[in-house]
């Protein structure tokens, strides 16, 4: 048998008693058992072991979890460090090799130094001087053109002489792409109005709310406040919803009760005999 091998079954032999030793049922191995045999009780022990290590670790827990839900916070234990590793014997130091002595220095006579360059009698000539390449001009900065508020203004006017042309989707389209291109526009209440106007006359009146909506609610220091409103009021007289329309055309009046708008919205509102009763 080598010896590395009878060395590892010694040292297994000797740990026996104190593996087999720790809350193990497996007996003990005696001294006339075979090698497998005591391998086999070690290998027990070392699972049994392990086995009551995770019993202890899920005892823990839970009493950390009954802590937690008592609103009590757990310490857990310090775990010491673990011990250091076995360090094998340094090798032993063997004595440095004897250098050999060093060589005897002999004189050596010096050399001769040469004599000096005579110097020289005519003076260096000066240096031409360097022509200096002319300084480049800066290019010229081409001026930026931001979108001017004339611009605006131009999108503007082409899109309502589209709706005033009948082309409503096309003067639409061209209205939202200004509303996105122009966030700061005088012009965006009047947009937003044209849109709902323009589907107020295709009686689309749930869209013609919306757009009305947006009018009043963003912009209700605008001229078109007003008429958006009013607006909203006979889009729901359209939708058979006098509730919402006496709504409206009263907040129209109570809001801006001096407007052109707030005249038409009393007159509306005159043809409601009752408070229950519906549209004649």
């Given amino acids: 048998m080598p ?3 009878f060395l590892v079954i010694l040292l297994l032999a000797s740990l026996l008693p104190v593996a087999c030793a720790h809350k193990s049922p497996i007996p003990a191995a005696k001294t ?8 086999q009780c070690v290998e027990s022990s070392l699972m049994e072991m392990q086995r009551q290590q995770e019993m202890d670790r899920q005892y823990i827990a839970s009493l950390e979890s009954r802590l937690r ?6 310490v857990r234990p310090v775990t010491p460090p673990p011990p250091a590793a076995h360090q094998p014997p340094l090798p032993a130091m063997q004595p440095a090799p004897a250098q050999p002595a060093p060589k005897p220095m002999t004189a050596t006579a010096p050399k001769p130094k040469a004599p000096a360059p005579a110097p020289r009698t005519t003076a260096p000539a000066a240096p031409k001087p360097k022509a200096t390449a002319p300084a480049a001009k800066p290019a010229a900065k081409v001026p930026a053109t931001p979108k001017t508020a004339t611009t605006a203004t131009a999108s503007y006017n082409q899109a309502m002489a589209l709706i005033r042309q009948g082309k409503r989707n096309q003067g639409r389209a061209m209205l939202r792409s200004f509303l996105k291109d122009n966030p700061h526009s005088t012009h965006r209440p009047d947009a937003l109005y044209a849109i ?12 013609a709310i919306l757009a009305f909506k947006d009018v009043a ?7 078109k406040a007003a008429d958006a409103i009013l607006q909203i009021g006979r889009s ?32 509306i509102l005159a043809k409601f005999p009752g408070q229950g009763d519906s549209i004649p």
């Avoid at 609610?217 to 001229?223: C, E, F, K, M, Q």
């Avoid at 907040?251 to 038409?264: C, T, W």
């Fill in 217 to 223: 609610g963003d912009y209700p220091s605008s001229p």
């Fill in 196 to 207: 709902g106007q323009t589907f107020f006359d295709e009686a689309v009146y749930d869209n």
């Fill in 32 to 39: 006339g058992d075979s090698v497998e045999f005591r391998l």
């Fill in 69 to 74: 839900a008592s609103g009590q916070q757990p």
């Fill in 236 to 267: 729901y007289l359209q939708l058979a919803d006098p509730s919402n329309a006496r709504f409206y055309l009263q907040a129209l009046m109570d809001e801006y009760p001096s407007s052109a708008a707030a005249g038409q919205a009393k007159t």
């Fill in 3 to 5: 010896r590395p091998v």
